[in-house]
């Protein structure tokens, strides 16, 4: 006949086991249970370095400077950049600010790449009546993409990225 006390002892021993093993899994379920705040990782990443408007030249140009991050272990190529709207603050807005070339990201790398075009004449008289702050500014928005192959991957829409800058103004002999 078996003993009473190592048979109450030993479904003690397995009730304990299973209530440990439901603890684990209640536990484990509440950290990754859903989350409205959580994102998916980024694939890449560009942040803004700083722009430079060129009023000197016999064409204005502006030309702005990212950081472009790739956080995946393959590379990428940077397919597109394209900064919608570019508000220089004091002055007017400039859009449409292309992506100079196509650029290799190498994995878990990051590349300085650049966006620029040609001023119109209504842009640079404009960017020239303001009167030259302390500092230069600006707010800019855009969308990027890039591709592995088959695979696209796409950073944005982001509006309202700050980014501070340089304008290269004609000297006061050369204009008067």
Not at 17 to 26: K, Q, S, V, Y
Not at 75 to 88: A, P, Q
Not at 95 to 106: D, G, S, V
């Amino acid at each position: 006949m078996p003993d009473p006390i190592s048979t109450t002892a030993s479904a003690v021993s397995v009730i304990d086991r299973l209530t440990a093993l439901g603890r684990w899994i209640t536990r484990r379920k509440s950290k990754r249970g859903y989350d409205p705040f959580r994102r998916a990782p980024l694939a890449f990443e560009v942040c803004p370095v700083k722009f430079d408007i060129d009023l000197t030249r016999a064409v204005p140009s502006i030309e702005v400077m990212f950081h472009a991050i790739n956080y995946l272990r393959m590379g990428l190529t940077l397919r597109e950049l394209k900064i919608s709207r570019f508000h220089l603050s004091p002055g007017p807005v400039l859009e449409h600010i292309p992506l100079l070339q196509e650029f290799n990201l190498y994995p878990k790398n990051s590349f300085m790449v650049v966006c620029r075009r040609s001023l119109m004449d209504s842009e640079a008289r404009a960017i020239l009546a303001e009167r030259e702050p302390q500092r230069w500014g600006a707010s800019l928005s855009l969308v990027a993409r890039a591709a592995k192959g088959r695979k696209h991957y796409e950073y944005g829409p982001v509006s309202s990225l700050a980014i501070d800058g340089w304008v290269s103004r004609p000297s006061p002999s050369a204009t008067g």
